[in-house]
């Protein structure tokens, strides 16, 4: 089977219920669409567990795509000694106040070869993915497609237009196409679909919880 989650945000104990709530097993694929990391606890143990998973893809979120970047010029600050520019503590201490903190926290507690790791994780994830399931077609994407054009090809794109344009409900994106989406929680806490849309982010970073779709059936599983 094909699942889909998005937004798990650190907690990893979540994660573990969600996989025990479907039987996860090695001949199922899972696609996760982004914001892994920031605002829970267990952020490294979550890319820990997920870097030896061979059946599950993550697609990059804006807290994933920033996290790599700001825990990059971390590590580099610590291995050269020399003090950080201005623009970076600035966009640093943004971070921190919008959910990076508790990842920063517990990416300082690595030792130099888990960072190293966990940085390629976050730097490989990729921005989007398409499938075909049943034949139904369907884009993955963390957020939506800024000024989406159906003639421009997705790798065209630049990594913030993936993340800068939440989906609308009330309006299909791509024809003959279902975009599956995080990002923005929903208001009812569960799945929801919309025009040719389908949003997954149920809330979880919020104490709400963590959605799964299972594509060839449509079945929905919460944690």
């Given at each position: 089977m094909t699942y889909v989650?998005?937004?798990?945000?650190?907690?990893?104990?979540?994660?573990?219920?969600?996989?025990?709530?479907?039987?996860?097993?090695?001949?199922?694929?899972?696609y996760i669409l982004g914001d892994v990391v920031d605002f829970g606890e267990e952020s490294m143990e979550l890319i820990a567990d997920l870097s030896v998973r061979v059946n599950v893809?993550?697609?990059?979120?804006?807290?994933?795509?920033?996290?790599?970047?700001?825990?990059?010029?971390?590590?580099?600050?610590?291995?050269?000694?020399?003090?950080?520019?201005?623009?970076?503590?600035?966009?640093?201490?943004?971070?921190?106040?919008?959910g990076g903190q508790p990842t920063l926290e517990a990416f300082?507690?690595?030792?130099?070869?888990?960072?190293e790791g966990v940085l390629e994780y976050l730097e490989d994830m990729t921005l989007f993915e398409e499938l075909e399931i049943k034949g139904r077609e369907y884009i993955l994407v963390h957020?939506?497609?800024?000024?989406?054009?159906?003639?421009?090809?997705?790798?065209?794109?630049?990594?913030?237009?993936?993340?800068?344009?939440?989906?609308?409900?009330?309006?299909?994106?791509?024809?003959?196409?279902?975009?599956?989406?995080?990002?923005?929680?929903?208001?009812?806490g569960k799945i929801e679909r919309g025009e040719g849309s389908i949003f997954l982010d149920c809330g979880a970073a919020e104490g709400g919880s963590l959605g799964c779709l299972c594509l060839e059936n449509g079945k929905e599983f919460y944690a």
């Open positions: 989650i998005s937004d798990i945000h650190g907690d990893y104990t979540k994660f573990k219920a969600l996989l025990a709530e479907i039987d996860f097993r090695p001949s199922d694929i899972l893809y993550c697609i990059a979120g804006e807290h994933d795509f920033l996290a790599a970047r700001m825990l990059a010029g971390f590590s580099k600050m610590l291995e050269s000694g020399a003090s950080p520019d201005p623009e970076f503590v600035a966009e640093m201490t943004a971070w921190v106040q919008n300082r507690a690595l030792n130099a070869e888990e960072r957020a939506g497609i800024a000024d989406f054009d159906p003639d421009t090809d997705l790798y065209d794109y630049e990594p913030e237009d993936f993340f800068s344009s939440p989906l609308s409900a009330d309006a299909a994106l791509a024809e003959g196409k279902t975009v599956v989406v995080g990002h923005v929680p929903t208001k009812s």
